[in-house]
């Protein structure tokens, strides 16, 4: 089953925080976020595994609560270079495979 | 450089033909995967591999069909039985099954 992201869309002014929310109604082995921008591949962002290991960008972070199997990303100090649509994938852990939801799009504004 | 390369980029299918999106990496990775994604809409899985001569159907792999016949290659077949294949095709490959996704730049496949 597909994870529900929210907000659908944000829109911030440079300098700005926001925090993408992605949750499961299944138990979750690891969560991976990709942004997107119009036309283009998505990109790695951040990998984070159960037990707590992170793997992904510096000036990214996120957190992984496995209780309530959801995650946030938390995009600080916000950059025009951050918009896009971000999309979380979420991996159960039994075939390996990721389950993406449908995206947050967000517009930083100058 | 290495990575993901797909092409075409733009593919146009006519009523009942068969057309086939190509995809090849050179990052030796075991693992590679198909999407599709539609306007405004997720990625959504048809199939993927974990290791050379064996593939899984996703979540939508009807009207398609894959083969991997060389570690590098994952070409995807849109078969006649799509019948609304206009998309987006998003190639992509990970070291193994489970870790971080490389993505190929697309192939928007339209219907004349």
């Known amino acids: 089953q597909q994870p529900v992201q929210s907000p659908q869309a944000v829109i911030l002014r440079e300098g700005e925080d926001a925090v993408i929310n992605c949750s499961s109604s299944?138990?979750?082995?690891?969560v991976h976020w990709y942004r997107q921008k119009h036309g283009e591949a998505p990109v790695f962002l951040m990998i984070?595994?159960?037990?707590?290991e992170q793997k992904g960008h510096e000036k990214i972070s996120a957190s992984f609560n496995e209780k309530k199997q959801q995650s946030s990303l938390y995009l600080t100090a916000s950059q025009l270079s951050y918009s896009g649509t971000y999309f979380c994938?979420?991996?159960?852990?039994?075939?390996?495979?990721?389950?993406f939801g449908s995206g947050t799009q967000l517009t930083v504004l100058p | 450089d290495g990575g993901i390369t797909q092409s075409p980029k733009y593919l146009f299918r006519k009523e009942g033909q068969n057309v086939t999106l190509s995809c090849e990496q050179n990052l030796n990775h075991d693992a590679m995967y198909w999407y599709r994604q539609d306007p405004g809409q997720g990625l959504r899985l048809i199939y993927y591999?974990?290791?050379?001569?064996?593939?899984q159907k996703g979540d939508i792999a009807e009207g398609y069909s894959v083969s991997r016949e060389k570690k590098e290659s994952f070409p995807l077949t849109v078969t006649s039985a799509q019948k609304n294949p206009t998309a987006f095709y998003l190639c992509?490959?990970?070291?193994?099954?489970?870790?971080?996704?490389?993505f190929g730049a697309g192939t928007r496949l339209s219907v004349l």
């Open positions: 984070l595994l159960k037990g707590g």
């Open positions: 299944k138990a979750l082995y690891s």
């Open positions: 591999s974990q290791i050379v001569n064996d593939f």
């Open positions: 994938g979420t991996d159960s852990g039994s075939a390996r495979q990721l389950t």
């Open positions: 992509a490959s990970s070291v193994a099954a489970g870790d971080i996704q490389y």
